[in-house]
């Protein structure tokens, strides 16, 4: 798959659900093989945390440029899964319902190695590092320690869909 897919400059890593703090593998998948992820999904400051700089192109809901043009100033309203926080002048974001533009710019870059290689240049200082499905091995690896005491925790004490999603 990743022989196939690194033949593309762009991935459209999209998510069916917005949530707060979820990014999907599909983003980690396409800095990896290469490609610039086109990201949906979580709040900008999300992937920022995580990610190189100017190493994707979010593109954000209708619902996070109303926020984000509330009073000329961006929304701080946490509650709203989608809002764009601390967005940077100079990174290009879209508007959801806008196809046309992000098609566009697309285009453009893919038209201009210059400009689609500012999307590559984080990988002179940066590198991934981790091997896939480590944390599934991790899980094993923990399940056999004996000398870890057992702890359970109450998943919806961190996680709760109602407030830290839109669908």
């Known amino acids: 798959m990743e022989r196939y897919l690194s033949r593309y ?4 890593a999209f998510e069916n659900s917005n949530c707060v703090h979820y990014i ?5 998948r396409a800095l990896s ?13 999300d992937y920022v945390k995580i990610a190189p700089p100017l190493s994707f192109i979010f593109v ?10 509330v009073k000329g100033k961006q929304s701080q309203n946490l509650s709203i899964p989608n809002i764009n926080l601390e967005i940077p ?9 806008n196809i046309k533009e992000l098609s566009k710019y697309l285009l453009k870059l893919d038209s201009n190695d210059t400009l689609y290689n500012e999307y590559h ?3 002179e200082e940066y590198i991934i590092v981790g091997k896939k ?3 599934l091995c991790s899980i094993c690896e923990h399940l056999h320690l004996k000398d870890i005491p057992n702890k359970s925790y ?8 109602k407030r830290d999603c839109k669908n």
């Open 121 to 123: 240049a984080w990988r």
């Open 33 to 45: 093989i290469g490609m610039v992820p086109v990201v949906f999904g979580a709040r900008y400051s």
């Open 133 to 135: 499905n480590k944390h």
């Open 154 to 161: 109450k998943i919806s004490d961190w996680w709760n869909s």
């Open 24 to 28: 999907t593998e599909k983003f980690f």
């Open 60 to 69: 954000a809901s209708p619902l996070a440029m109303k926020a984000a043009r």
């Open 9 to 12: 400059k762009f991935y459209l």
């Open 89 to 97: 002048k100079n990174h290009p974001y879209f508007h959801s319902n």
